[in-house]
């Protein structure tokens, strides 16, 4: 008899056309999936991603073996568990006989180089459920002197003919984001997010965690995700039905109490894969050709899958395992304890550390321009916050998070992906957001008592680096606005983000 092969799936490719699935025979080879310490632990995940993670891989074992498979399954409070991914394929190996393992490759280098090294032998086989191919990304990238988005989005559109009209862009135009910045209106509110209430597999992974991880970061319950692709389904209908319609609109508002506002919380789903993104794309480009929502929307959300999403994962791996301790700016603060829930005056952060903690989800422009900008203005180290990113959101893979987080947001990588740091002071704030209506310091304070601190961090910011951005034609006028003021107000600027920036090392409420 031919030995079996072992087939790894892991938590994160839970496709059933998943590259390792399609290679294998299902009348000989056996599916190997691990709940395993090594990571549900890797970092101190939020809860409800482990609670995520572990409801959903159960659920696709289950399918697997109705569709036919064996499926040896580990949870992670099995006796005989060996707490790696790489334990449990030698253990499941000698259980079986097996010499081989059929693998899709995994979106983190710590595990890629894990399996190279491994005793058993491996064939590792390319994740398909992307439309760029490690190969054509770096194609594309050779040669050019700079890898902006913009460029291989157009790509995109053209390979996968999303709203193409012949050679042409739909509607016009590759992009409509003049169109996706408005203010949020008094009183704007989005739909209410689709819930889906915990079944009995739910039910004891979420006792499981609440056992294990009450110390991470974050609120287990309530628990509403969905957790198989039916119920993903539905929040895609729910979306497209509901929020995408103003979708491109107010892709850059931030409410208070509106933690989805109309964003579309797809993110852990496609990333798990219960949700094919292309597929995803092509229901949102049917919904404009119906006439049931607008070019800015279906542009701006298809541009964020087959734009931002395939650009970020093909940087990651073209830029290679360092990317992650990059510190271009040389960024050494400690990350401050209000990301940790502790207290602040900074109403901004509050909500939206608030929002991450109890749902494990903040939308784009909070990531960025909030959390994001805060530490960038700050001089946090770029790895204590990549570390929080990768923490403490249910969406959260190296892969998409560490360009996400190194690039775009704190400019560690010296601009592969930005062409200038996303810094902004508390003026984009008011005008984005309702925060700072209800905040203790002053939007419209630039020194002095209750001076809004990304007021005084934005100068600091650009002085401290006046070297490396002064020549950046795009920054050059903010550089101008400084040479204008006079020098006691400079002097004044600079002495009291010192002081904030001391007060908050001290640990003091700020
Ligand atoms: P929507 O606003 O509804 O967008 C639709 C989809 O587009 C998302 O589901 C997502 O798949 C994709 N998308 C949008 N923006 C991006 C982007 N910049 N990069 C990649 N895909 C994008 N996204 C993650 O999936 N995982 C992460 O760990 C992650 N970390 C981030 C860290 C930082 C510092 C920043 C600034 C962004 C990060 N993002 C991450 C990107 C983005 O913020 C999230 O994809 C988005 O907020 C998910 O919410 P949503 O599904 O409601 O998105
Ligand atoms: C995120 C995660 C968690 C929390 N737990 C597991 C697990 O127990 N077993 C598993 O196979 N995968 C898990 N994952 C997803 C992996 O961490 C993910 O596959 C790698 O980070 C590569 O992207
Ligand atoms: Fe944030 Fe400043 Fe607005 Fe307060 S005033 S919410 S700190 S931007």
């Given at each position: 008899m031919v030995a079996p092969r072992l087939v790894l799936v892991l938590?994160?490719?839970?496709?059933?056309?998943i590259a390792a699935l399609k290679a294998a025979d299902m009348d000989r080879d056996i599916v190997v999936m691990a709940e395993v310490a090594a990571e549900t632990g890797y970092v101190a995940h939020h809860p409800k991603k482990i609670a995520f993670v572990l409801s959903a891989m159960r659920k696709f074992a289950a399918r697997l073996q109705e569709d036919g498979w064996r499926v040896c399954y580990t949870r992670l409070d099995d006796e005989d568990n060996a707490g790696s991914i790489g334990g449990e394929l030698l253990r499941r190996a000698e259980e079986h006989g097996a010499k081989e393992v059929l693998a899709t490759e995994p979106g983190e280098w710590r595990l890629i180089e894990a399996l190279r090294d491994h005793p058993l032998t491996l064939h590792i086989q390319q994740d398909d459920r992307f439309i760029c191919s490690h190969k054509e990304f770096e194609d594309w990238a050779e040669g050019r002197k700079s890898l902006r988005m913009e460029y291989f989005y157009r790509e995109m559109r053209r390979k996968t003919g999303l709203l193409m009209e012949g050679d042409d862009p739909a509607g016009g135009a590759w992009n409509f984001d003049s169109d996706n910045r408005k203010s949020p209106p008094k009183g704007l509110e989005g739909p209410e997010p689709p819930r889906f209430e915990p079944d009995g597999v739910v039910r004891q992974v979420l006792d499981l965690v609440e056992a294990r991880f009450s110390e991470n970061f974050g609120k287990l319950r309530p628990f509403r995700f969905a957790t198989d692709p039916e119920e993903a389904e539905k929040a895609l209908d729910h979306f497209i039905a509901h929020a995408l319609p103003c979708f491109g609109d107010y892709q850059d508002a931030m409410v208070r109490g509106q933690d989805l506002l109309f964003h579309s919380l797809l993110s852990p789903y496609m990333n798990v894969g219960l949700l094919d993104p292309l597929e995803v794309c092509r229901r949102v480009e049917a919904a404009w050709q119906a006439g049931d929502v607008p070019i800015n929307a279906a542009e701006g959300f298809i541009r964020q899958i087959i734009g931002w999403r395939e650009y970020v994962r093909g940087i990651y791996f073209l830029e290679g395992p360092d990317y992650t301790s990059r510190n271009a700016l040389d960024h050494t603060r400690k990350l401050p304890a209000l990301y940790w829930g502790g207290e602040t005056e900074m109403r901004c952060l509050r909500e939206c550390v608030d929002a991450t903690r109890r749902e494990a989800y903040a939308h784009h422009i909070q990531r960025l321009m909030i959390t994001g900008n805060f530490a960038l203005l700050a001089g946090v180290d770029p790895g204590e916050v990549h570390e929080w990113y990768l923490e403490v959101y249910a969406d959260a893979y190296e892969w998409v998070e560490a360009p996400n987080t190194i690039g775009m947001s704190q400019f560690a990588d010296g601009g592969v992906i930005a062409s200038k740091p996303y810094v902004s002071s508390g003026n984009y704030i008011a005008k984005m957001s309702d925060y700072c209506k209800s905040c203790s310091y002053g939007v419209t304070v630039k020194t002095g008592e209750g001076a809004c601190p990304f007021n005084l961090l934005y100068w600091h910011f650009l002085i401290r680096h006046r070297a490396r951005f002064e020549d950046n034609p795009r920054m050059a006028q903010m550089y101008r606005t400084w040479e204008r003021m006079d020098a006691e107000k400079r002097d004044t600027v600079l002495a009291e983000a010192e002081a904030f920036l001391e007060r908050m090392d001290a640990g003091e409420v700020v």
């Open positions: 938590g994160d490719q839970l496709t059933l056309s």
